[in-house]
């Protein structure tokens, strides 16, 4: 079985400070790790992907992630935040390519000026 | 080039009817899946197409949802006998299911309401 969390339900940041959103996984084998915002009304946008390589990974408007293995974790970054990026942030993890995803709970991320 | 389509992007439907949802993929991907989102369960599976292989069901909560996927492009996710419970919005994705490129490409959702 596979499983994300999400401590966090919200976080609050203000404009211009970096921001952090926790992602922590349990799965048999090596896992593809993503991150997806969701914009109100909207569906799901992609945001990065870890497969393999490099620990740090970048993606879609300057956003990153940092895979630990040995913390299971994946952990969304942004060096500056911006209002814009207030939204609905959801980890999810699959353990084969291609495959389904199971998601996290989702973290309301909130940017204020 | 065009993203996920679906159709209809809301629907009201009286509980004990069945409905009828439609994605349309991104041309050339491979695979397809369904999920399901709504505010107790999060983001659920429900099942995923990858080219002419069976497709993986184990996401269906109940012998009322059916999906198929006609000609390796449209699907269809049937729900009959709607109860309540089934409201939530329904979400297609489909990824172009090669080595490189995992990431699922999400449409916009059905919203369902059962009333």
């Known amino acids: 079985a596979q499983s994300v969390a999400q401590p966090e339900d919200q976080v609050n940041v203000a404009e211009g400070n970096p921001l952090t959103v926790k992602c922590t996984y349990s799965v048999s084998g090596n896992p593809y790790l993503f991150w997806y915002v969701q914009y109100p009304n909207r569906g799901l946008q992609f945001l990065l992907k870890?497969?393999?390589?490099?620990?740090l990974v970048k993606g879609s408007y300057g956003f990153e992630a940092e895979f630990n293995k040995s913390q299971t974790s994946f952990h969304l970054k942004k060096p500056s935040a911006l209002v814009s990026d207030s939204a609905l942030y959801f980890c999810a993890v699959s353990i084969l390519g291609g495959n389904k995803l199971t998601f996290g709970t989702g973290t309301q991320l909130k940017v204020e000026l | 080039g065009a993203g996920v389509s679906q159709s209809p992007s809301n629907k009201v439907t009286e509980k004990g009817k069945d409905v009828e949802l439609r994605c349309d993929p991104i041309s050339g991907h491979t695979a397809l899946y369904w999920y399901r989102q709504s505010l107790g369960q999060g983001l659920e599976f429900l099942i995923y197409f990858q080219g002419n292989s069976a497709p993986d069901k184990s996401g269906l909560p109940s012998d009322r949802f059916s999906a198929e996927r006609t000609g390796g492009s449209v699907s269809t996710l049937t729900i009959q006998r709607t109860q309540q419970e089934d409201s939530a919005v329904y979400l297609c994705?489909?990824?172009?299911?090669?080595?490189?490129?995992?990431?699922?490409?999400f449409g916009p959702g059905t919203r369902l309401t059962v009333t």
């Open positions: 994705a489909s990824s172009p299911g090669t080595r490189s490129s995992y990431e699922q490409y």
């Open positions: 870890y497969i393999t390589g490099d620990n």
